[in-house]
């Protein structure tokens, strides 16, 4: 089921964190609507194309979703399933966000209130990450360059600041979260995301269609454009 993209307001004016608060529950209302077969729908072509973006990625850190996020759950099994190592977000000692290795799902379960389901093997630091060849990340929306509007913790700005150089890194959303018409407000902690894995499709944002339409529009030049499939 094809969307038109989401319809979010202006901000401007805002400081950047208060436009968040203005902007999340937007998405996050708009996610809760989606029906269970169009999540099971959407899930099943995500894994599809984020096998696909990651290519032959050895080490792959990624997420366990939230029950309204775009569903990773099949992207992280049909990883498991061809060898590739995941690493998934665990609450670490003193709070802290840490690693561990997914084991399938049947070894995720809740291991702090309010947390999405953790492996249960060892914990790796934060700086495991460096570990990954391609990093898939939250998000809430995504504009044209490439600023990702997170849930709010920060803990993915501070732990993508430690990828290896040349790791590729992805934000997962629904098409209709590719933000064409606005600039999303950014912090100065915020780490810019240059690729995303749709139901519909990845890219990377750079050069692509989406990317020169929305900035074209944005700059009064063109109305903005429906993005086109790319590879």
Not at 106 to 120: I, K, W, Y
Not at 165 to 176: C, I
Not at 189 to 213: K, M, N, Y
Request: hydrophobic share 40%; aromatic share 4%; with cysteine.
């Amino acid at each position: 089921m094809h969307r038109t993209q989401l319809a979010l307001p202006r901000t401007d004016g805002y400081e950047a964190e208060d436009a968040k608060q203005v902007l999340r529950p937007i998405v996050r209302e708009t996610r809760s609507q989606r029906s269970e077969s169009e999540r099971a729908r959407a899930a099943s072509a995500l894994a599809a194309n984020g096998l696909e973006a990651v290519g032959d990625a050895r080490c792959v850190a990624a997420y366990v979703s939230r029950s309204t996020e775009p569903d990773s759950g099949p992207l992280l099994e049909a990883l498991r399933e061809r060898g590739t190592r995941v690493l998934l977000p665990v609450l670490g000692p003193g709070l802290n966000r840490d690693w561990a290795e997914y084991r399938g799902a049947d070894d995720l379960a809740v291991r702090a209130p309010g947390r999405p389901p953790e492996p249960s093997g060892p914990v790796l630091p934060a700086e495991a990450i460096a570990e990954a060849d391609v990093v898939i990340a939250p998000a809430l929306a995504v504009d044209a360059r490439g600023t990702r509007l997170g849930q709010g913790g920060g803990w993915y700005d501070r732990v993508l600041r430690l990828i290896r150089p040349g790791a590729q890194v992805f934000a997962m959303v629904y098409d209709e979260e590719l933000i064409a018409d606005m600039l999303l407000p950014v912090d100065d902690h915020d780490v810019a995301i240059p690729a995303v894995i749709t139901p519909e499709r990845w890219f990377l944002l750079e050069g692509s269609r989406f990317q020169r339409d929305a900035l074209a529009a944005q700059a009064g030049d063109l109305s903005a454009a429906e993005p086109r499939t790319e590879r």
